[in-house]
């Protein structure tokens, strides 16, 4: 079974499910029937099972991704080979198909290399706008482009990663409705309760909540002269480290700084964030110690394992400086005891810190972040577009390769939670206020 097959196979599924569910709540009732129970069960493990097949898939295809000498080398996958043997071969390097790009652009699409054209018919995507110079790349191009702005990116390898199939544009996730963990409203409503013999039952039922992320555009330009574009190699070489590098940044900026609106919603603009108050009288474009234990204290409690320390290189000074008083002494809380003279730890706390320039200057709110980036959810569609232009910059002899890929993220928690003891809330991603 190919590797679209299986995804096509899970969308259906994933719809029958929906058929299911949605059956039930047109009837008016909040939980399936015996029968549909029965029904929705069998498809779950159908769903498990196919899940597992196209986990085993997708790191048999990164595996050979990795092994290939030549970034463009589109020599079938295991299991492809049926569907891909009246394509054209493809090609040698991505340069390669840059030029082959770019020579189509200048002719109009009246020369189209059949290369271009081939991968588009087989991963059923919609066909290239040849007048306008528009065509997609090669699917194992595409998966090791946007490898790359992952690997590149300091938060995207940490987030939580959900490629989307060919067929959907979004996806919906099911998620608990919490916001307290006193007992009654864990998990959104179950309650659990010692009973004495022959005392009276009482039910209770979780809550839910739907996350939705529905696909954005990043887009990004690169511009190339006729002597660089003669030379394949150069162009792969600028071209793949420019756009990997450049998205990598951004899409790390989305995660900080996201505003939600036709990008992703960022961690300093979500509604779970918790944000810790300056210490009275603290000057400002300070951190001081006070400020980082108050703020391990409000990570949520399973989060302090994968926790990180997000900062603005700016940051550095105040951190070397931190000094924790302990009756009339004290120690310093980031430096190891050498002082200067030794390196520092870099953990703050016992957990990892890590300077991210998309971290807000010192003393302002995202200066210093502590976060649990395996709450920050992101989804992407694999394919990545490429078109070129020689319109764009016609006198200066250059020509201009745009590049698309489609994203999406925001935080899993819908709201910062009370905890069962204690009225300070706590969060997967944690901030101090800004210090004026």
């Given at each position: 079974?190919?590797?679209?097959?299986?995804?096509?196979?899970?969308?259906?599924?994933?719809?029958?499910?929906?058929?299911?569910?949605?059956?039930?709540?047109?009837?008016?009732?909040?939980?399936?029937?015996?029968?549909?129970?029965?029904?929705?069960?069998?498809?779950?493990?159908?769903?498990?099972?196919?899940?597992?097949?196209?986990?085993?898939?997708?790191?048999?295809?990164?595996?050979?991704?990795?092994?290939?000498?030549?970034?463009?080398?589109?020599?079938?996958?295991?299991?492809?080979?049926?569907?891909?043997?009246?394509?054209?071969?493809?090609?040698?390097?991505?340069?390669?198909?840059?030029?082959?790009?770019?020579?189509?652009?200048?002719?109009?699409?009246?020369?189209?290399?059949?290369?271009?054209?081939?991968?588009?018919?087989?991963?059923?995507?919609?066909?290239?706008?040849?007048?306008?110079?528009?065509?997609?790349?090669?699917?194992?191009?595409?998966?090791?482009?946007?490898?790359?702005?992952?690997?590149?990116?300091?938060?995207?390898?940490?987030?939580?990663?959900?490629?989307?199939?060919?067929?959907?544009?979004?996806?919906?996730?099911?998620?608990?409705?919490?916001?307290?963990?006193?007992?009654?409203?864990?998990?959104?409503?179950?309650?659990?309760?010692?009973?004495?013999?022959?005392?009276?039952?009482?039910?209770?039922?979780?809550?839910?909540?739907?996350?939705?992320?529905?696909?954005?555009?990043?887009?990004?330009?690169?511009?190339?002269?006729?002597?660089?574009?003669?030379?394949?190699?150069?162009?792969?070489?600028?071209?793949?480290?420019?756009?990997?590098?450049?998205?990598?940044?951004?899409?790390?900026?989305?995660?900080?700084?996201?505003?939600?609106?036709?990008?992703?919603?960022?961690?300093?603009?979500?509604?779970?964030?918790?944000?810790?108050?300056?210490?009275?009288?603290?000057?400002?474009?300070?951190?001081?110690s006070e400020n980082v234990e108050k703020m391990y204290a409000?990570?949520?409690?399973?989060?302090?394992?994968?926790?990180?320390?997000?900062?603005?290189?700016?940051?550095?000074?105040?951190?070397?400086?931190?000094?924790h008083s302990v009756g009339t002494g004290g120690s310093t809380?980031?430096?190891?005891?050498?002082?200067?003279?030794?390196?520092?730890?870099?953990?703050?706390?016992?957990?990892?810190?890590?300077?991210?320039?998309?971290?807000?200057?010192?003393?302002?709110?995202?200066?210093?972040?502590?976060?649990?980036?395996?709450?920050?959810?992101?989804?992407?569609?694999?394919?990545?577009?490429?078109?070129?232009?020689?319109?764009?910059?016609?006198?200066?002899?250059?020509?201009?390769?745009?590049?698309?890929?489609?994203?999406?993220?925001?935080?899993?928690?819908?709201?910062?939670?009370?905890?069962?003891?204690?009225?300070?809330?706590?969060?997967?991603?944690?901030?101090?206020?800004?210090?004026?």
């Amino acid at each position: 079974m190919t590797y679209d097959t299986l995804l096509n196979d899970r969308a259906k599924l994933v719809e029958v499910m929906r058929a299911i569910s949605d059956g039930a709540e047109a009837d008016g009732r909040s939980e399936l029937n015996e029968a549909e129970n029965t029904a929705f069960e069998a498809k779950k493990k159908e769903l498990a099972s196919l899940n597992a097949a196209i986990e085993v898939e997708e790191t048999i295809r990164q595996a050979e991704l990795s092994l290939s000498p030549r970034l463009g080398d589109s020599q079938p996958l295991p299991g492809d080979q049926d569907d891909k043997q009246d394509e054209p071969a493809g090609f040698n390097t991505f340069g390669d198909m840059l030029q082959a790009v770019a020579v189509a652009s200048k002719t109009q699409g009246a020369n189209v290399d059949p290369r271009l054209i081939g991968p588009q018919a087989a991963t059923g995507l919609s066909e290239g706008v040849t007048s306008d110079g528009g065509f997609l790349v090669n699917t194992d191009v595409a998966s090791g482009l946007l490898t790359n702005v992952y690997e590149t990116g300091i938060l995207t390898g940490r987030v939580a990663r959900t490629p989307i199939s060919a067929n959907a544009n979004g996806l919906k996730l099911n998620g608990i409705d919490e916001t307290s963990r006193a007992s009654g409203s864990q998990w959104g409503g179950i309650t659990s309760y010692w009973l004495n013999e022959g005392g009276t039952l009482t039910g209770s039922k979780p809550k839910f909540r739907q996350v939705e992320l529905n696909l954005k555009k990043l887009i990004g330009l690169c511009y190339a002269t006729d002597e660089l574009l003669s030379d394949a190699a150069a162009l792969e070489s600028v071209i793949t480290t420019g756009f990997a590098n450049v998205f990598g940044f951004k899409m790390d900026e989305s995660i900080v700084r996201g505003t939600g609106a036709g990008q992703p919603l960022g961690i300093l603009n979500s509604a779970c964030k918790v944000t810790v108050s300056a210490e009275g009288g603290q000057a400002a474009t300070t951190i001081v110690s006070e400020n980082v234990e108050k703020m391990y204290a409000r990570m949520h409690p399973r989060g302090l394992g994968n926790a990180v320390w997000l900062v603005n290189q700016d940051c550095w000074p105040e951190l070397f400086n931190m000094y924790h008083s302990v009756g009339t002494g004290g120690s310093t809380t980031f430096l190891p005891p050498g002082g200067l003279s030794a390196s520092p730890y870099h953990t703050l706390l016992g957990r990892p810190v890590i300077p991210c320039e998309q971290c807000s200057t010192l003393g302002t709110e995202g200066d210093i972040i502590f976060a649990d980036l395996s709450q920050y959810m992101m989804i992407d569609k694999g394919g990545v577009q490429t078109a070129s232009s020689i319109h764009v910059q016609f006198t200066t002899d250059e020509s201009v390769f745009r590049f698309v890929v489609r994203v999406d993220g925001q935080p899993t928690w819908a709201s910062a939670v009370t905890p069962a003891q204690g009225s300070n809330t706590v969060s997967p991603f944690i901030t101090l206020a800004t210090r004026s």
